[in-house]
């Protein structure tokens, strides 16, 4: 008999109802501009009243902020899980992958929602403050990593931001090519133009 707990009939619901309000926001967004569209519209499309739409969600941002945050959710995860040892710039590659694969996985939806952000200054503005949060994460871990201080020491903030920067590059270059090109293949180029930064020193840059 399996141990993992059941889901409740009413979170299940909650479940549905954020889904269906996320998708009927993006679908909108995405066609109308993020100016264009109403909460009322989106409620609306997504079939409840605006007074559901602000039991989940605070705002039209809220809904896409709320994509940004299960976009970069397994970073740290993935970062922390890789082996003992392995080079910087190889781990840093293999956490970033997790929200790029993401990208690669459901292009058309993930494409629109990327177009959406860095055309929108309001959202680009959360994205933005979305990274400085992930920097934050992949520093401390990156410094857990290595038995450096991650306030004391340069290297592990510097390494979290090249691989961030190499990230938004990467999206940018992506959306650029309306989803043409490969998000993974540009990623792994992208590493490997930083990479001999990130691999330069065996241990913390004041020990040399």
């Known amino acids: ?3 993992r707990p059941e889901v409740s009939l009413a979170e299940r619901k909650r479940q549905l109802v954020a889904h269906e309000l996320t998708e009927a926001a993006l679908r909108l967004l995405a066609r109308e501009g993020f100016d264009a569209v109403t909460i009322d519209e989106i409620a609306t499309t997504a079939g ?10 605070a705002s039209k941002e809220d809904v896409v902020v709320q994509l940004l945050a299960d976009l970069g959710a397994g970073m740290r995860t993935e970062l922390a899980a890789r082996p003992t040892g392995e080079r910087p710039s190889a781990a840093l590659l293999a956490a970033v992958r997790v929200p790029i694969a993401a990208c690669g996985d459901h ?4 494409l629109s ?19 400085a949060q992930w920097r ?4 401390r871990e990156l410094a857990d990593r290595l038995g450096l201080d991650a306030d004391a020491e340069l290297y592990p903030r510097l390494a979290a ?21 490969d998000p993974i293949a540009l990623l792994d180029d992208a590493f490997a133009v930083i990479a001999p930064a990130l691999d330069a020193t065996d241990g913390p840059p004041s020990a040399n």
């Open 1 to 3: 008999m399996s141990s």
């Open 136 to 139: 934050e994460e992949l520093t």
């Open 113 to 131: 929602v990327v177009q959406l952000i860095l055309r929108t200054p309001a959202l680009l503005g959360r994205f933005l403050e979305r990274q």
């Open 107 to 110: 292009v058309d939806r993930a």
């Open 161 to 181: 931001g090249m691989a961030l920067t190499a990230f938004d590059a990467v999206l940018h270059r992506w959306s650029a090519s309306d989803g043409r090109e």
């Open 48 to 57: 409840v009243s605006k007074r559901t739409f602000f039991r989940y969600f």
